[in-house]
C-alpha cells in the first residue's frame, strides 16, 4: 500500500490550485471581449446569464463532492467494479439533470428575469446567451462526476489539464468569434458551449479506464450503493444550501450598512474567494487520502492523511494571512478606483488576516469528513453553526455595526471547525477494521 507522504499530498493538491488559479480569468476575459463592442448591454447580458447558469449548476456540485468521497472508498477497498459504476452512476444524474434543464429552460428563464428584472435590450441579449449556453447543460453538471472521480483516484493532474483546454479554448474561441466575426453576445455563448462540450469529450477519454470487464446493468443500479450514494448526496446538498444561505444573508445585511460598506463588503469577499481557491487542493487531497483510509480500514492511514493534509492547509492559510495583510491595499486597489469605498475596505481589511487562520479547520474538516462519508454529520454541524452565527448576527451588529457583521462570520467558520472537530472520532471509527480483521498501516 502506497504510504501517505508529504510529497503524495502536494501531488493531489498542487493541480487543484493551479487549476482554480484559471477560473477568474475566464470571467475576465468574457467581459472584456464584450466590453469591447462599447456598450454596457452586452456586458451586463453576459453577466447576468452567467450568474443564473452559476446558480443553477451550483445546486449540483454535490456531484464532485460525493463522487470523490465515495470512489475514494471503494479504491481503497480494491473494489474496481464499484469504482468504475460509482462514475457511471453520478455521469448518469449529471445527463439527466442537464436534460431536464434545458426542457425547463423557458420557465427558468422567466423565473430568473423575475427575480433579477433588467432592460428589455439586456434581457433581450440574456436570453440569445442562454438559449445557447443552456445545451451545454448535461456537460457542464456531469463534468463535476468527472472531477471527482479523478480526485479520488488521486489524478489531479488530469484535472489541471481539463481546465486547462476548456478555459483556453474558451479563451481563444471568445477573441475569434467575438472580435474576428462580430458574433457579439452570441459568440461568447457558442465559445463557452464548445469549450463543454470538448471537456465532456476529453473527461470520457480520461476515464475509459472505467470500462471494466464485468461492469453490468445490474452492478450499477445496485440496490444498497445507489441508497447510499442518495444519502450522501442529499446531506451535502442540503449542507451547501445552508451555507450559501449564510453568505446570502451576510450580503443582505451588509446592505444595511450603507453603500459605501457594502461595496467595501463585496470587494473583501474577493479575498474569502482567492482562500478558498487557493486552499481547495489541501482540502481535495484530504477527500482522497482520508477516503481510502476508510475504504482500506485503516485508522492509522485516515489520521495521517488527515493531518498532513491539514498541515499544508494551515500553513497555506497562514501565508495567505500574511500576503493579505501586507499587500492587502494593492489588491483592493485594483478591484475599485472609488476612493471611498478604497478607504472603507482598507478599515476592514484586518478581518481578511484573521479570516484564513479562523477558516482554515472547517475547510479541512470538510475534506475529512467528504472522504470518510460523514455527510450527515457535517449536515448537522452546518446545522449548528448557522444557529451559534444568527446569535452572533443578533449580539454583534447593534454593537459594532459592519465590524460586527464580520466578527459573525468568522464566528461562524470558527463553530464549523469546533463542532466538525467534536466528531473527528467517528472517522477513525469509521475506518475501523471489521471485528477480528487487522487495520493495514
Given at each position: 500500500?502506497?504510504?501517505?507522504?508529504?510529497?503524495?499530498?502536494?501531488?493531489?493538491?498542487?493541480?487543484?490550485?493551479?487549476?482554480?488559479?484559471?477560473?477568474?480569468?475566464?470571467?475576465?476575459?468574457?467581459?472584456?471581449?464584450?466590453?469591447?463592442?462599447?456598450?454596457?448591454?452586452?456586458?451586463?447580458?453576459?453577466?447576468?446569464?452567467?450568474?443564473?447558469?452559476?446558480?443553477?449548476?451550483?445546486?449540483?456540485?454535490?456531484?464532485?463532492?460525493?463522487?470523490?468521497?465515495?470512489?475514494?472508498?471503494?479504491?481503497?477497498?480494491?473494489?474496481?467494479l464499484e469504482i468504475s459504476a460509482g462514475l457511471i452512476r453520478a455521469v448518469g444524474i449529471g445527463l439527466a439533470a442537464g436534460l431536464c434543464l434545458i426542457a425547463l429552460q423557458v420557465p427558468m428563464l422567466w423565473a430568473a428575469f423575475q427575480i433579477a428584472p433588467a432592460s428589455?435590450?439586456?434581457?433581450?441579449?440574456?436570453?440569445?446567451?442562454?438559449?445557447?449556453?443552456?445545451?451545454?447543460?448535461?456537460?457542464?453538471?456531469?463534468?463535476?462526476?468527472?472531477?471527482?472521480?479523478?480526485?479520488?483516484?488521486?489524478?489531479?493532474?488530469?484535472?489541471?489539464?481539463?481546465?486547462?483546454?476548456?478555459?483556453?479554448?474558451?479563451?481563444?474561441?471568445?477573441?475569434?468569434?467575438?472580435?474576428?466575426?462580430?458574433?457579439?453576445?452570441?459568440?461568447?455563448?457558442?465559445?463557452?458551449?464548445?469549450?463543454?462540450?470538448?471537456?465532456?469529450?476529453?473527461?470520457?477519454?480520461?476515464?475509459?479506464?472505467?470500462?471494466?470487464?464485468?461492469?453490468?446493468?445490474?452492478?450499477?443500479?445496485?440496490?444498497?450503493?445507489?441508497?447510499?450514494?442518495?444519502?450522501?448526496?442529499?446531506?451535502?446538498?442540503?449542507?451547501?444550501?445552508?451555507?450559501?444561505?449564510?453568505?446570502?444573508?451576510?450580503?443582505?445585511?451588509?446592505?444595511?450598512?450603507?453603500?459605501?460598506?457594502?461595496?467595501?463588503?463585496?470587494?473583501?469577499?474577493?479575498?474569502?474567494?482567492?482562500?478558498?481557491?487557493?486552499?481547495?487542493?489541501?482540502?481535495?487531497?484530504?477527500?482522497?487520502?482520508?477516503?481510502?483510509?476508510?475504504?482500506?480500514?485503516?485508522?492509522?492511514?485516515?489520521?495521517?492523511?488527515?493531518?498532513?493534509?491539514?498541515?499544508?492547509?494551515?500553513?497555506?492559510?497562514?501565508?495567505?494571512?500574511?500576503?493579505?495583510?501586507?499587500?492587502?491595499?494593492?489588491?483592493?486597489?485594483?478591484?475599485?478606483t472609488a476612493p471611498e469605498v478604497r478607504e472603507t475596505a482598507r478599515h476592514y481589511l484586518p478581518w481578511m488576516g484573521l479570516a484564513p487562520l479562523?477558516?482554515?479547520?472547517?475547510?479541512?474538516?470538510?475534506?475529512?469528513?467528504?472522504?470518510?462519508?460523514?455527510?450527515?454529520?457535517?449536515?448537522?454541524?452546518?446545522?449548528?453553526?448557522?444557529?451559534?452565527?444568527?446569535?452572533?448576527?443578533?449580539?454583534?451588529?447593534?454593537?459594532?455595526?459592519?465590524?460586527?457583521?464580520?466578527?459573525?462570520?468568522?464566528?461562524?467558520?470558527?463553530?464549523?471547525?469546533?463542532?466538525?472537530?467534536?466528531?473527528?472520532?467517528?472517522?477513525?471509527?469509521?475506518?475501523?477494521?471489521?471485528?477480528?480483521?487487522?487495520?493495514?498501516?
Open positions: 500500500m502506497t504510504p501517505i507522504t508529504h510529497g503524495r499530498v502536494l501531488r493531489i493538491a498542487a493541480p487543484i490550485v493551479i487549476s482554480n488559479a484559471t477560473v477568474p480569468l475566464l470571467g475576465a476575459v468574457d467581459t472584456a471581449v464584450v466590453g469591447q463592442m462599447g456598450q454596457a448591454a452586452p456586458i451586463g447580458a453576459v453577466g447576468l446569464g452567467a450568474v443564473v447558469l452559476a446558480s443553477v449548476y451550483w445546486i449540483f456540485g454535490f456531484l464532485r463532492m460525493g463522487t470523490t468521497g465515495l470512489v475514494a472508498q471503494a479504491k481503497g477497498e480494491g473494489d474496481s428589455d435590450r439586456v434581457e433581450t441579449l440574456a436570453q440569445d446567451y442562454l438559449s445557447i449556453r443552456i445545451w451545454g447543460a448535461p456537460a457542464t453538471i456531469s463534468l463535476y462526476a468527472f472531477t471527482g472521480w479523478l480526485i479520488a483516484l488521486e489524478r489531479t493532474r488530469a484535472v489541471l489539464v481539463l481546465q486547462l483546454l476548456m478555459n483556453g479554448l474558451n479563451v481563444g474561441l471568445d477573441l475569434w468569434f467575438v472580435l474576428g466575426l462580430g458574433w457579439g453576445v452570441k459568440g461568447v455563448a457558442a465559445a463557452t458551449l464548445i469549450a463543454e462540450l470538448s471537456g465532456l469529450a476529453l473527461a470520457l477519454w480520461l476515464a475509459r479506464s472505467a470500462l471494466v470487464p464485468g461492469l453490468s446493468r445490474a452492478v450499477i443500479l445496485a440496490a444498497a450503493p445507489l441508497k447510499q450514494m442518495a444519502r450522501v448526496n442529499t446531506d451535502i446538498m442540503i449542507r451547501s444550501v445552508i451555507l450559501q444561505g449564510s453568505f446570502t444573508a451576510f450580503l443582505f445585511l451588509g446592505a444595511g450598512q450603507g453603500d459605501v460598506k457594502l461595496a467595501a463588503n463585496q470587494v473583501l469577499l474577493q479575498f474569502l474567494e482567492i482562500t478558498a481557491y487557493a486552499l481547495d487542493g489541501f482540502a481535495f487531497a484530504a477527500e482522497s487520502l482520508v477516503g481510502q483510509a476508510v475504504g482500506a480500514r485503516s485508522p492509522a492511514r485516515l489520521r495521517r492523511a488527515a493531518i498532513l493534509a491539514s498541515q499544508w492547509g494551515a500553513g497555506g492559510a497562514a501565508l495567505l494571512a500574511a500576503a493579505f495583510l501586507l499587500f492587502g491595499g494593492a489588491i483592493i486597489d485594483t478591484m475599485t479562523v477558516g482554515i479547520a472547517a475547510w479541512m474538516f470538510d475534506g475529512i469528513f467528504i472522504g470518510a462519508t460523514l455527510t450527515r454529520e457535517m449536515r448537522n454541524a452546518m446545522l449548528l453553526s448557522v444557529a451559534i452565527y444568527i446569535g452572533a448576527l443578533c449580539a454583534l451588529i447593534p454593537a459594532f455595526g459592519n465590524h460586527g457583521l464580520w466578527a459573525a462570520l468568522m464566528v461562524l467558520n470558527l463553530a464549523r471547525g469546533v463542532t466538525m472537530a467534536r466528531l473527528y472520532p467517528r472517522a477513525e471509527a469509521k475506518a475501523a477494521p471489521a471485528q477480528g480483521g487487522a487495520a493495514p498501516l
